[in-house]
Every structure is written in C-alpha cells, then in structure tokens.
C-alpha cells in the first residue's frame, strides 16, 4: 500500500459536482483560493454561472470550467466524464457532492423516484469514479472525495431511498480507499450532519405522501440544517490535505454516529426523540 503525504492544492484541477450551491459553491471558492483550477458541474445553469464567474474574477490566473448536467441521466453523466478526459486527462482531485433527497415512506414513494435519488447520489458517483479513474491516476498523489451523509450512518424513518443511496455510497467509498491505495490515490468519505444547504428546498416528495404532511416535514427537515456550509467546506478541505478516510461533520452527525455504534438496534427510538424535541423547542424561542 502506498503511503500518501499531505495533498497540494496548487496546480492540480479539482472536479466538484454539486458546484451550484451549499458545500459544493464554497469548495468552488475555497479551492480557488488554494490555487485549484476547476471544474464544476450543475444542473442549475444559471447558479452555476454565477459561482464560476465570481471564481473567474477573484483569480484570473485559473482555469474555470463549468459543466451544466442533470446527474440523474446516465449519458449526460456521461457526457461529464468524456468533456472532462478530454480538457483535463490529469485531475488532483474529484468531489462526488451533488445530491437529491426524498421524503416519505417507503410505500409513499414510486419505484422511479427511489431510482432518481439513487441514480444522483449513488450511481452518478460510481460512474464518475470509475470514468475518471484514468485521470485520477495520471496525476500523482490525486484524491477522491465522496460526500455521504448522517443518512450514510443511520437511517431513519421517511427516508429509505436517501439512506439507500447513502449507505451504498459510504460502502463504495470504503473499499476503494483500500484499492486506490495501491495507485496512490487517496480517498475520504464525508458524512455531514445538518448543513444549511437547499436540499431541503430541492426534495422531492413521494407521490403518494398526504397532502397535509409535506409542509410539516418540510419544516421539521430544514429546522436541522444549521451548520454553516463554508465551515463544511473548509474541514472538508483540511480532511483531503491530511489524507482522512473518513469525516464526520458537526454534532448532528457525531452524536447519532456515537448512539449507532453503542446501540445498533435501539438507536433510532432515541433519535427520532431528540430530533422532534429539538425542533419542538427551538420553535418556542
């Protein structure tokens, strides 16, 4: 197995998927600051134009692409990874961020909307990982970089397809830190907590969810996404410069990691507890 030092930003091309909004944007500025050329990818075109042009005009001395796909479609995945091979056959570093979320239960939801989450969270990832994986090697000392979720360490009611896919992702993500090794590529599997992102404004809701539960758990959902995404970002950069398999960010992860870990089984009860009296008594203040 090799041994990996401390990665170098500066000079090495980053590809961040996600790139649009929340800890994908602020990895967009943050590298950029490090010196990261980049590539970004996002299906919101607009958004998407505006981050990379504000990285344009703070460093002008960097290569900025950006990449409009909606990761969920197979070939315009794709088609990322064959414009990406082609300007860029050597990259430092690859961030699977962009992700999708699902509410409702199991029986509330289609067949085709688990598949849609799975194909953004999961599948795109793997193909990526997989396409690129020649450009990944072509540049020594490269990192990968797989953004799982709480949701990857427990899985909670309401929500068997964001969990699925974060589970699988997490799985992935573990046996290739060992095989990458062997090619002197690193790799860290992230599981942020509540992060103060749009994925609660972007969900999908099962199709067949009453009517009258959407804005409650919509509420409650984006209640918990408290941390901020710069300070994500930057520990996110700080795990790949020092080579972490495996990050955990704020609290809302850490704990429920510490509950699943001490009680496999009963965790769940508990934290479906805390997580309806936290937001009970945060909407009293």
């Known amino acids: ?40 990818v996002d299906r919101d075109e607009a958004r998407l134009k505006t981050v990379a042009d504000r990285v344009r005009a ?61 194909n953004v969270n999961f599948r795109a990832p793997m193909l990526l990982t997989h396409a690129l994986l020649p450009a990944l090697t072509a540049a020594p000392g490269s990192h990968l970089v797989n953004v799982s979720s709480l949701f990857g360490l427990i899985a909670p009611a309401g929500q068997s397809a964001y969990a699925a896919s974060k589970f699988a992702l997490r799985g992935l993500s573990q046996a290739l830190h060992t095989e990458l090794a062997e090619n002197g590529v690193g790799v860290t599997t992230v599981h942020p907590g509540g992060i103060r992102t749009r994925i609660a404004e972007g969900a999908i809701v099962g199709t067949h969810v009453p009517t009258s ?19 994500a970002a930057r520990q996110i950069i700080e795990a ?24 496999p089984v009963g965790h769940a009860r508990v934290m479906q507890f805390l997580t309806t009296t936290s937001v009970k008594i945060g909407a009293r203040r």
């Open 213 to 231: 539960e959407i804005e409650p758990n919509r509420k409650l959902f984006d209640a918990l996404l408290t941390y901020p995404p710069e300070k």
């Open 240 to 263: 790949v410069a020092k080579r972490k398999p495996r990050l955990l960010i704020a609290l809302s992860a850490k704990a429920p990691d510490l509950l699943a870990r001490l009680f």
């Open 58 to 118: 703070s460093h002008p001395g960097l290569t900025v692409d950006s990449i409009v796909a909606d990761l969920a479609d197979r070939a315009q995945v794709e088609g990322v990874a064959t414009k990406v091979l082609a300007d860029h056959p050597a990259i430092g570093l690859l961030v699977n961020n962009a992700g999708i979320a699902l509410g409702g239960r199991f029986d509330q939801v289609t067949v085709e909307e688990f598949e849609t989450v799975m």
């Open 1 to 40: 197995m090799t041994r990996l030092g401390h990665f170098r930003f500066a000079g090495h091309t980053a590809v961040v998927t996600g790139a649009a909004s929340g800890i994908g944007e602020q990895l967009a500025y943050q590298l950029g600051e490090l010196g990261s050329h980049l590539v970004l």
